[in-house]
C-alpha cells in the first residue's frame, strides 16, 4: 500500500520530468511547444463552449421545471417491475447528459439512503458503468468535425444499458 501511496503521489511529476527531459534531448524548444498547445486547447474550448452552455442549461431547466421528477415517476412504475428502484431514475436519465448534475444526484441518495445502503452502492457501481453520452457525443463530434454519427446513439444506449444491468447484478452481489 505504501509503494501505491508513493507512486500516486510522485507519478504525475515524474512523468513530466519524462516528457522535458526527452523534449531537451533532442532539442525541442519546450516552453514555445507548450504555448502552441496550450493556444490550441484555448480555442477547442472557445468552440465547444456553445455546446457545454447548452447542456448545462438544458439539465437545469429539466431539474427546475420538475420534468424530470414528472418523468421519473412515470418511469419508475415501470421500471419497478424489472426491479430497477424508482428512486434512481432521476440520476439514470441525468446521467446520460450531465455526470456533474449527476452526481449532485448521487449525492442525494447518499444523503437520504446512505453510502452503504442498496441505493447507494447502486448508484455507485451505476456511475461507473455509464458514461455521459449526450455530453460526450456533443463535444467530441463537433470538435471533430463529424456529421454523420452513424450508429453511435443506439450503441451508446444499449451500453448504457448493459451498465446499468451490470450495476444491479454486482449491487445486488454485495
Keep these: ?19 522535458i527531459g526527452y523534449a531537451l534531448l533532442i532539442k525541442q524548444n ?8 496550450a493556444a490550441s486547447g484555448f480555442h477547442t474550448v472557445i468552440g465547444i463552449m456553445p455546446t ?7 439539465v437545469g431547466v429539466l431539474r427546475a421545471s420538475g420534468f424530470l421528477d414528472m418523468l421519473s415517476d412515470i418511469l419508475g412504475h415501470f421500471l419497478q417491475y424489472i426491479g430497477f428502484p424508482a428512486q434512481l431514475v432521476p440520476v439514470t436519465i441525468v446521467r446520460m447528459f450531465s455526470s ?3 452526481t449532485g ?7 437520504e ?3 452503504d445502503s442498496f441505493f447507494g452502492n447502486l448508484v455507485s457501481i451505476m456511475m461507473g458503468c455509464t458514461e455521459t453520452i449526450f455530453y460526450t457525443m456533443s ?7 463529424v456529421k454523420k454519427t452513424r450508429y453511435t446513439l ?9 451498465g446499468i444491468a451490470a450495476s444491479m447484478v454486482l449491487a445486488r452481489g454485495m
Design 1 to 19: 500500500m505504501d509503494f501505491l501511496i508513493f507512486l500516486s503521489t510522485y507519478i504525475i511529476p515524474f512523468i513530466l520530468f519524462i516528457v
Design 30 to 37: 519546450v516552453y514555445e511547444t507548450f504555448i502552441k498547445g
Design 52 to 58: 457545454l452552455i447548452g447542456l448545462m442549461v438544458a
Design 100 to 102: 456533474s448534475a449527476a
Design 105 to 111: 444526484l448521487t449525492l442525494d441518495i447518499f444523503k
Design 113 to 115: 439512503y446512505g453510502p
Design 139 to 145: 463535444v467530441y463530434f463537433m470538435t471533430a468535425k
Design 154 to 162: 443506439p450503441g451508446a444506449l444499449i451500453a448504457t444499458l448493459a
